[in-house]
């Protein structure tokens, strides 16, 4: 902020709160834009949103993982991932850390949220929703007429704007969708996706408005939505 800025009422009031939040609704509504673009020819989509992976997911092998939008890193960008990296590998080994952890988890059940190997439907699912660590993205993912689709959707790395890029990433036919189901216990917005080879994923809805296409994916295939769990 220039000086000058900082000395109107507006100027100094934004400095003493800070850098606006970002608008997560409308970075939502512009990466779903962009991904429509992205979908593969004469595909109609039906419906769309921002999804993630789900907590408890494993980590996919790294040859394994998309690795998206990497013309577009800089080198400020590779250098804070690194540092980013370190940080959290120092966290792990910390016995402290450890302990703690084990501590706060006494006594609760791991819940599976991964059922399949990687090159499973839900396997291929998982290892598109967790691109490479240098990769800044938001995952897409929409519905259309004769499939499901995941699209990546190039983000800044502060997490306040969309890019220009927009990249394909997975999908599906639309009668591979078995049945998806809410997951009690968990991030509101957390849901399981089955599929016909008996695979299935936890997945993340972060922003709110995911319901239209929970009920659409519910309805597939005659109705074969999963019963809460």
């Not at 769309?48 to 092998?61: F, K, L, N, R, Y």
């Not at 239209?212 to 769990?229: F, I, M, P, W, Y």
Request: aromatic letters at 8%.
């Amino acid at each position: 902020m220039r000086f000058s800025e900082l000395l109107t009422w507006s100027g100094f009031k934004d400095w003493i709160s800070g850098p606006a939040a970002p608008d997560h609704h409308a970075i939502a509504r512009e990466a779903r834009t962009r991904a429509k673009a992205a979908l593969p020819a004469r595909e109609r989509l039906s419906d769309s949103h921002i999804v993630a992976i789900g907590e408890g997911v494993p980590t996919p092998p790294n040859r394994l993982r998309p690795d998206v939008f990497s013309e577009a890193r800089s080198t400020s960008g590779r250098w804070l991932n690194h540092a980013a990296r370190t940080e959290q590998f120092l966290d792990r080994i910390n016995p402290v850390n450890a302990a703690v952890d084990a501590f706060d988890n006494r006594g609760k059940r791991k819940e599976q949220s991964l059922f399949g190997e990687w090159g499973s439907a839900a396997g291929h699912m998982a290892r598109a929703l967790q691109p490479r660590e240098e990769c800044h993205a938001l995952s897409v993912l929409l519905l259309g007429d004769r499939g499901l689709h995941l699209v990546h959707v190039q983000n800044s790395p502060d997490g306040l704007e969309v890019g220009p890029g927009s990249r394909y990433g997975w999908g599906v036919p639309r009668a591979r969708v078995a049945w998806i189901r809410k997951r009690n216990g968990a991030r509101h917005g957390t849901h399981e996706i089955g599929f016909d080879d008996g695979s299935w994923v936890s997945v993340y809805f972060p922003v709110a408005g995911w319901g239209t296409l929970v009920e659409a994916l519910a309805n597939l295939n005659g109705g074969s939505g999963g019963t809460t769990r």
